[in-house]
């Protein structure tokens, strides 16, 4: 995913499965963009809630896709 294109709000899912079910969370969940950290508008690391779960915070945006 362009870094660029995620926002505050957008809904989300993990690129990759394997990390999902590494991190315990089931595979097609769908999480929310909450917080974006970074310099100049452009996100370096997301926080991420996912339902039933902590708020995965500071993770790369690259690991996730946004659900249109």
């Known amino acids: 995913m362009a870094a660029s294109a995620i926002r505050r709000g957008d ?4 690129e990759r ?4 079910e590494a991190l315990g969370i089931w595979r097609h969940a769908r999480g929310r963009i ?3 950290h ?3 508008g452009h996100p370096a690391t997301v926080d991420v809630a996912f339902e039933g779960h902590e708020v995965l915070e500071r993770y790369l945006p690259d690991l996730f896709r946004r659900v249109h």
């Open 11 to 14: 809904e989300v899912v993990f």
């Open 17 to 20: 499965l394997d990390l999902a």
């Open 34 to 36: 909450v917080g974006i």
């Open 38 to 40: 970074g310099q100049g």
